[in-house]
């Protein structure tokens, strides 16, 4: 199986910064792509930041140029600064990760358990 652990996150003041990372461990031949969603209070999750192994990046329209996302590719490990940080930016943040476990299987999505980002005014 394939884990995710979340770290960071937490209580942040608007125009401040916090600092994400989500490790991915267990029987992993390869990481595909990582990235993060997040989930506020009677809100859909929406796609936060992506990154692929070739390390191209994509993110949502409201986080460009505040956020970046990194991917350790060696260690399976992803980033996310989060800079400016805004009250809207408040909500659960999720990591993913696509995973190859083995030759024999196929590429799978895995999500962590989430970690919450509080940003007051």
């Known amino acids: 199986q394939v884990q995710l652990v979340e770290s960071g996150g937490g209580l942040g003041q608007a125009g401040g910064s916090l600092d994400l990372s989500c490790a991915a461990s267990?029987?992993?031949?390869?990481?595909?792509?990582m990235g993060w969603y997040r989930q506020a209070p009677g809100q859909q999750r929406e796609l936060v930041a992506q990154?692929?192994?070739?390390?191209?990046?994509n993110y949502q329209d409201s986080v460009k140029g505040r956020f970046t996302i990194d991917m350790d590719k060696v260690n399976n490990i992803a980033y996310l600064r989060m800079n400016s940080l805004k009250p809207e930016d408040t909500a659960v943040y999720y990591c993913?990760?696509?995973?190859?476990?083995?030759?024999?299987?196929?590429?799978?999505?895995?999500w962590g358990q989430g970690t919450q980002v509080t940003v007051s005014s």
């Open positions: 267990g029987t992993i031949l390869r990481v595909y792509t």
């Open positions: 990154i692929t192994r070739g390390q191209v990046r």
């Open positions: 993913t990760a696509d995973v190859q476990m083995t030759d024999h299987e196929d590429i799978r999505t895995y």
